[in-house]
């Protein structure tokens, strides 16, 4: 219940009487019950002044039990307006919710009219930023997590590169490195796993399809697996067989942009300052509009969380943040390169959590 | 464009200025683009007087163009304010935006007070209802790509029957359906592929584990594929080896009930007397207090969606409408059954879209 107190802590100062927490990544985060509701309703409501309840579906009370929840647990059922049954039970704890903290970017608008209607017009405060806060920096426990999540991330580039050969296609590969994680329990990957070979490594958001792998392409790898609730996140270029000097020559910017960012991370450096040690490299090598998105994300429980790094963000970095570094170019129809590492802020500088070698790998198999 | 031609029409019935449709399936429906945006900014605009337009991540722009929209598409990346990008471009296109319909059951909070910051406080209208009116009758062009994907359910049925073994894991068989189904071109499942064995099937939303099947076990399989963009969902409990006489028992009270539903769908009769025909069977049979969920859900787009059949929905049901029938009884610890077809109501009666045969099927592997 160690984030119920932090939470509560900040209710107290805020002066906030409760907080409505319903993004299944934060419910996780607070309550350490993973569940994806659907539409239906599933929500920890923490209160100044008296004690939190987990609402969730009747039939997963079991489970949030069993996820090591011990507080109370009111279930609703189908036949039920579940935000009342929310504001029956809050109202009994705490007669007097006047003002209430909602995570702003998740709350859907039917639910805020609700909550609205039932508390009779309360004052609504942001709780984003907090949890966001919170999560934010990773204890020690969650940095363990996220350093076996990479650890599996590189196995499964492993078992890529010992897949590919000529002729194989793209979802073949994918089927076999997941296949491969699955036999070391892995039921989860943190999203669709990527396998883009040739002229569609150069698409930044192409699909992993049926084309045939042959002799000269650049073989794009992104993915990630969920290991006890949280994610990793690691992308990997590799060529099958002898590159050309162009494959080349746009590897190796890639790569000096992204150990440049890498080295560059440090508490205090800024999220704008990363991504422009990173930009700068590539765009001195004159291929600056080919690199067309930021440099990272944060990464934990959700594979895509605060912060983002990107040349306007002046956050500044602290010891205990988790995001990638994941620098691409792509040069349409022709050459597609991204290197992505998990990194954590350390109090001195940098820990790389993924560790599957970065130099081009040539695979001969 | 047909869709975007009703959306018209709403807004001016409505007298409605503008529609912002940002939930990816509805976007889907509307434009064909089918994306995961994840935090950033996907949707698309319709205006009662002016030409529509797709906002999307700039990267993502060729694969909307090539997923069929030939619309005008709004580009926006990471540092700018995409909801600024949206306002600016709706701004020149109808200058007068004072009435704004919103999905009010997906629109975050946050952008919702973004909206009402940059169209200067409009009044806003739902826009769930009319989208579900929309997409819950289905075309007979839907239809058919559903039926395709309930073949494609059926046809991972087939796989786990086969594959079930003395000892082998509820794992290992969803790996072998899923890789048989990838095989087929399927690239994505509706949902987790459940495979529960054993006392395990008691638990209406337990997870697919390494438990080894044994002789004697109900095997619960519940699983659908995402095809052309829609989903099917089925379950189909079996037997592995000779059932004992209270599994059966409970089977065939489950299979009385689901077809009790199954043949009262027709135009006309609503959600919560179809919820009813099947409850009453397993009322009747004692075992009412072990049917803990709802009778079933609509299916198209989403695996989930409009309408919910439950006991207390009163919507009468019309041809075209497609949901799932899965009556269920789970007694703690001892026996679970569920047994769960797609229908589609027709003129005169029902289309079962899932056919794989629900009499108790014994495997003997």
Known sequence: MNKIQQLKAYLTESDVDAAFV??????????????DPHERLLGVMVFKDAEPFLICPQMEIPDAKSAGWNGDIVGHVDTEDAMQVLHRTAAERNGNVRRIAIEKSHMTVDRFEALNRLFGNPEFVGLDEKINAMRVIKDEAELQILREAAELADYAIEIGAKTLREGITEIEVMTEIELALKKRGVTHMSFDTTVLSGPKAASPHGKTGDRKIQKGDLVLFDLGVVHKGYCSDITRTLA?????????AVYDIVLRAELAAVNAVKPGITAAELDQASRQVIEDAGYGEYFTHRLGHGLGISVHEFPSLHGSNQMALEAGMVFTIEPGVYVPGKVGVRIEDDVAVTENGVEVLTKFPKELQIISN
């Open 240 to 248: 099958f067989g002898e590159p050309n000097e162009e494959q080349k």
């Open 22 to 35: 319903t993004n299944p990544d934060n419910v996780f985060y607070a309550s350490g019950f993973k569940s």
